[in-house]
Nanobody, 124 residues
Framework: QVQLVESGGGLVEPGGSLSLTCTASGFTLDNYAIGWFRQAPGIDLEGVSCIGSSNGITWYADSVKGRFTISRDDAKNTVSLQMNNLKPEDTAVHSC?????WGNGCHEAPYGSWGQGTQITVSS
């Protein structure tokens, strides 16, 4: 059974950092594009970052460029999102999702397997 579980959420002050981890079970992540998405109350789902399968090509939303870094650890079957210089507008439920065999243009991949999400709250 394909399953994704996010971890690492929490409360942080503006300017702080958090690292999210997406752990897969039931399949091997390196055959999938992995995307991070977020949704705040009353706001549409937003793509944050993604990494393509096999080639590791990454994509970032303009709102997080220079602050977030996505990476893959195939040995641990995880994808991480390092988030630095967090802002109140980053507050949202962050979820990871997987799309099979999608290399280029991971932000356009058909993500079909989703985790439950983890809450990030940026507040002083």
């Amino acid at each position: 059974q394909v399953q994704l579980v996010e971890s690492g959420g929490g409360l942080v002050e503006p300017g702080g950092s958090l690292s999210l981890t997406c752990t897969a079970s039931g399949f091997t992540l390196d055959n999938y594009a992995i995307g991070w998405f977020r949704q705040a109350p009353g706001i549409d789902l937003e793509g944050v970052s993604c990494i393509g399968s096999s080639n590791g090509i990454t994509w970032y939303a303009d709102s997080v460029k220079g602050r977030f870094t996505i990476s893959r650890d195939d040995a641990k079957n995880t994808v991480s999102l390092q988030m630095n210089n967090l802002k109140p507008e980053d507050t949202a439920v962050h979820s990871c999702a997987a799309a099979p065999s999608w290399g280029n243009g991971c932000h356009e991949a058909p993500y079909g397997s989703w985790g439950q999400g983890t809450q990030i709250t940026v507040s002083s």
